[in-house]
């Protein structure tokens, strides 16, 4: 196996860097993870996210986990309101007798913890902020804002959308595409946002209106999760003058941006914990393409950023580390660079087609006839 005799430095700790570590393992590799976190409770995981047959879910299965992913799911928890600006529901999976669990979901928080619990101990290296690598012969030395270092013989960058080893292999940057999100979450849903709470019903709602987007999750813990979406300047959220750690101007923004929507939606925002998340949203080029290296590569939104309108980050993610793990422990290749060489093309390939979909996707969910784009879309699948 190529990679018998080599070091593997996976940096971040998101679910495709955890996939590949458990499948680097089970071929007995030498792995660790490189996470900026300090601790696994470091922080709240963010939304809910919905695991696909061939992707995301066949990871899962190839690593062994599929006993521990059938215990932690959500079942139901993909079911889907979509609603108009009015509040009136026009498509409801909860009352479709057609319905059924074909993408199940799971939180962020659960499926972290399966990965790293299916881990050897002391895999995930903690409070490794990545800041820097130089080559060491034909290795990586890698430093970390907490002043440590590590070798490597082969780093894997799992570190997203702001990759910092990304440049190690390509220049290439991302292009605006051309929509910002706002994140919030509504701790105690049932308590502190009932009507927004019995609306979602443990499930999704999407909203859309004046080509604009509100989509809603439930989460496991009572809470709820949600993203605004709007059409806005590359930069507007530094010129837009608004502090999101102020609660008061965010729903200012919300009351203004959102005018003439249900209250519903803004009795969300002010029920919400006042740390609120500003995303512009970016994508890679469709026609990417780099040199193959011998001992760098990456995988997840490092390697082919995208917007999250059509659901398949973590899948591309999971995807991305079962095709780099199979290549890797291939005995096709002559040598490292090689099978990475073969990885990042088909990689490439895949993501062009889907970046391709999410974007038509964006732009449909973000005018004046998104929801009529939607019901005729559910009612072919």
Request: hydrophobic share 40%; aromatic share 8%; proline share 4%.
């Amino acid at each position: 196996m190529l990679i018998n005799d080599k070091k593997i430095a996976i940096v971040g700790g998101g679910p495709g860097g955890l996939t590949l570590a458990r499948l680097l393992q089970q071929s007995g590799a030498r792995v660790n993870v490189y996470e900026r976190d300090v601790t696994k409770e470091a922080r709240v995981q963010g939304a809910t996210l919905d695991l696909h047959e061939e992707s995301g879910l066949e990871a899962l299965r190839r690593a062994g986990l599929m006993e521990a992913f059938q215990a932690a799911y959500r079942p139901g928890a993909d079911k889907l309101r979509l609603i108009d600006k009015q509040g009136v529901i026009r498509l409801d999976n909860h009352e479709s007798e057609l319905y059924e669990e074909n993408r199940p979901e799971i939180d962020r928080g659960p499926l972290r913890k399966l990965l790293l619990d299916s881990l050897k101990t002391d895999t995930v290296i903690w409070n490794s902020q990545f800041v820097s690598m130089t080559p060491v012969g034909d290795a990586w030395k890698l430093t970390f804002k907490n002043g440590t270092s590590a070798e490597a013989d082969l780093v894997i960058a799992a570190d997203g959308a702001n990759s910092r080893i990304r440049p190690y292999s390509t220049s290439i940057k991302p292009f605006y595409a051309g929509i910002t999100i706002v994140e919030g979450a509504v701790y105690e849903a049932e308590r502190a946002a009932p009507r927004a709470s019995k609306l979602v019903k443990g499930g999704k709602v999407f909203a859309f209106g004046d080509s604009k987007s509100l989509i809603v999750s439930a989460k496991g813990d009572g809470s709820l999760t949600f993203y605004t979406g709007c059409k806005t300047d590359e930069h507007w959220v530094r010129d837009c003058g608004i502090d999101f750690t102020d609660k008061a101007q965010v729903v200012a923004w919300f009351k203004a941006e959102f005018a003439g929507w249900d209250s519903v939606w803004t009795e969300m925002i002010e029920a919400a914990d006042p740390h609120f998340i500003p995303r512009p949203q970016y994508c890679m080029p469709l026609d990417q393409s780099w040199e193959a290296r011998p001992n760098v590569t990456m995988l997840g939104d490092a390697a082919h950023l995208m917007p999250p309108y059509a659901g398949e980050g973590v899948n591309m993610a999971m995807l991305d580390a079962l095709e780099l793990s199979d290549s890797l422990t291939s005995d096709e290749f002559s040598d490292c660079r090689s099978a990475i060489a073969h990885y990042e093309k088909n990689m490439r390939a895949r993501a062009a087609d889907t970046a391709r979909m999410t974007l038509e996707s964006t732009a449909r969910l973000h005018s004046p006839d998104a929801i009529s784009w939607l019901i005729d879309l559910f009612s072919q699948s």
